[in-house]
């Protein structure tokens, strides 16, 4: 069934637009906020009351000269910019497009304004109007602080928790320069109705405390993990790890047995090559993302941690460091007696699908699962594929 989710405007001055119109129908509330990915500003009416049929303006104003919104306004002047559907699954939306013939303008949903994914439809095909179709997702609840102390350095981890007490403890780790906003979050919420969830932001990420006094280290990260399993009182949890956190995950659950239950390790590799280190410490470049696309990737780090610049820097040295530790990550991986689902997304574009395989045989007690048609960033996966074997392989515990 259609459902109009909003109306896009495209203003030079979109907070005056806002104001007007708020005034118009007597002084409403609006939600601002700058979409640091697509190069705006947002301003968000929203429908007349909480679930009424009618729907929201979107108020939108670039903040970089190179953004859509940009060319639009230069080409087109201000007025009707989109007409946004609502789907319950940006991917799914987007691949039935697809297969219909229509041209979508990104290869994966982007983050838009009040944590919705979105995906644009070229106009042509589209009766000369641009169709945003768009997930809305919820958002995390307030962080809990958790002490933790290493190497002579003190302070708190963000850790979010979701699901009721009563049910399983799972404990969700998001991925190097990552944090659970931007990677965990959407499936701590597709999980919350099975498991005590519990998300986890490491050490320097997200809205943890920086420790910068430490280097990264694979103990530093394993430790904090046991302390936020201690600080709650979880004894033994099913863990996921995202990446980097899936080394953790293995890392915990080879240090530590008896405080594992069950493994998933998506997107993560143990065989690190010198070629494969230099690339990751590329991408994590901080000259590099400040200079991309109007400084948009920057803004957007800038948001989602405390010091994205001191995070990139470290996780750099840390990444450099991984292929001499090849070896060691290989016999800790073959000693983990924990039953382990290791997942993949059959398009991941940092790591070859091989690196899935060799985790898989050297695990004792391994299954395998690929998530079709996605790449590496968790924040964009297709969680309806990947959600079934997760949920069926950590259930098998309870
Ligand atoms: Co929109």
Redesign the pocket.
């Known amino acids: 069934m259609l459902s109009l989710d909003?109306l896009?405007l495209a203003a030079d001055d979109a907070n005056a637009l806002a104001d007007l119109l708020a005034a118009l129908v007597g002084g409403r509330r609006y939600e601002s906020e700058i979409v640091a990915e697509q190069g705006v500003a947002a301003h968000v009416l929203p429908a007349a009351a909480p679930g009424a049929p009618a729907p929201a303006l979107?108020l939108v104003e670039p903040t970089a000269p190179d953004s859509a919104v940009a060319r639009f306004l230069e080409k087109r002047g201000p007025g009707m910019h989109?007409l946004?559907l609502r789907v319950s699954s940006a991917e799914a939306a987007m691949w039935r497009a697809e297969e219909q013939g229509l041209r979508v303008l990104s290869d994966e949903p982007h983050p838009?304004?009040g944590g919705k994914r979105?995906v644009f439809l070229h106009p042509e095909d589209t009766g000369g109007v641009l169709v945003?179709l768009?997930e809305h997702t919820d958002p995390l609840p307030e962080a809990e602080r958790v002490p933790f102390a290493h190497d002579g350095a003190n302070g708190t981890l963000a850790a979010y928790t979701l699901g009721s007490a009563a049910n399983p403890p799972l404990l969700l780790l998001h991925g190097a320069a990552g944090c659970t906003e931007r990677e965990t979050r959407r499936l701590a919420h597709r999980l919350a109705p099975h498991f005590r969830v519990v998300a986890l932001d490491f050490p320097g990420h997200g809205a943890s405390d920086l420790f910068e006094n430490v280097d990264f280290s694979s103990t530093l990260f394993a430790e904090s993990v046991r302390a936020t399993l201690d600080h709650f009182g979880i004894e033994r949890a099913a863990v996921f790890g995202f990446s980097m956190g899936g080394n953790m995950a293995l890392r915990l659950a080879h240090h530590h047995p008896e405080r594992v239950a069950r493994l998933v390790v998506h997107g993560a590799c143990i065989d690190w090559s010198e070629t494969q280190a230099e690339q990751m410490a590329v991408r994590l470049d901080v000259r590099t993302l400040q200079e991309q696309s109007g400084g948009r990737p920057a803004a957007a780090l800038e948001a989602a941690h405390r010091d994205w610049t001191g995070l990139f820097a470290r996780t750099e040295r840390f990444v450099r460091a991984l292929p001499l530790r090849t070896d060691e990550m290989r016999a800790m991986a073959e000693a983990v007696e924990v039953p382990t689902l290791v997942s993949t997304a059959d398009r991941d574009d940092l790591f070859p699908l091989e690196a899935a395989f060799t985790l898989h045989r050297r695990l004792p007690k391994a299954r395998l699962t690929v998530v079709p048609g996605t790449r590496h960033a968790l924040g964009q996966t297709d969680l309806g594929a990947l959600v079934p074997p997760l949920t069926r392989h950590l259930l098998a515990y309870v």
Request: hydrophobic content about 30%; some cysteine; aromatic content about 0%.
């Open positions: 909003h896009g979107e989109h946004a838009g304004a979105v945003e768009c």
